[in-house]
């Protein structure tokens, strides 16, 4: 199985700070197969990438994601109010596996 | 529209059954995921079960194998999820997704709210 390790643990930003999430894998990811979720206290995650770049419908551009191999990132190029949430990657190769989570909070 | 419902209250060693059941799109062609997310913890792969063309094949998690059995009913655009032998670490919320692909990418973009199971 396939284990992935996000960092950091907790983002401290301010609104309209750059963040850089990373996920890395414990062994190589099909670029196919790797997603970001965003979720907030009390919903279901929302698909924010798909396919390592791919924005899903209705996604704001500010987000991006990219990697290759064993490592990827998600990058939120302006913090916007709504933003502050716990982010996942997740990959599907034999099984479906999420990182342990990345909480961006307000600094 | 996804919706999961079932969940409940159960004793250990309990049994429940949830459902999966799907509005404005057909979950037929899709390959149906479970996925469950214990309190104040990530998401956690249920299992998954495949169509009617990958000949309904099923993989469970390896930790889950033996107490949980996926379902489906196409006709009634449906997925389930008996849930056995149930325990303390089964408190969860559980939510079922659809696989799709965009241009040979997997996206698993759309979630119901989830059921909530409690084993108390």
């Known amino acids: 199985e396939i284990v992935l390790t996000q960092s950091p643990g907790t983002l401290s930003l301010s609104p309209g700070e750059r963040a850089t999430l990373s996920c890395r894998a414990s062994q190589g990811v099909n670029t196919k197969y790797l997603g970001w979720f965003q979720q907030n206290p009390g919903q279901a995650p929302r698909l924010l990438i798909y396919?390592?770049?791919n924005r899903a419908t209705g996604i704001p551009d500010r987000f991006s994601g990219s990697g290759s191999g064993t490592d990827f990132a998600l990058t939120i190029s302006r913090l916007e109010p709504e933003d502050f949430a716990v982010y996942y990657c997740?990959?599907?190769?034999?099984?479906?596996?999420f990182g342990g989570g990345t909480k961006v909070e307000i600094k | 529209q996804l919706v999961e419902s079932g969940g409940g209250l159960v004793q250990p060693g309990g049994s429940l059954q949830l459902s999966c059941a799907a509005s404005?799109?057909?979950?037929?062609?899709?390959?149906i995921h479970w996925v469950r997310q214990a309190p104040g913890k990530g998401p956690e792969w249920v299992g998954r079960?495949?169509?009617?063309?990958?000949?309904?094949?099923?993989t469970y998690a390896a930790s889950l194998r033996g107490r949980f059995t996926m379902s489906r009913d196409d006709s009634n655009n449906t997925a389930y999820l008996q849930m056995n032998s149930l325990k303390y670490d089964d408190t969860a919320v559980y939510y079922c997704t659809p696989q799709r692909a965009y241009g040979g990418n997997l996206a698993f973009d759309i979630w119901g709210q989830g059921t909530k199971v409690i084993v108390t």
């Open positions: 404005g799109f057909s979950l037929t062609t899709s390959a």
């Open positions: 997740q990959q599907y190769g034999s099984s479906l596996t």
């Open positions: 079960i495949r169509s009617k063309a990958g000949n309904y094949a099923i």
């Open positions: 396919g390592t770049s």
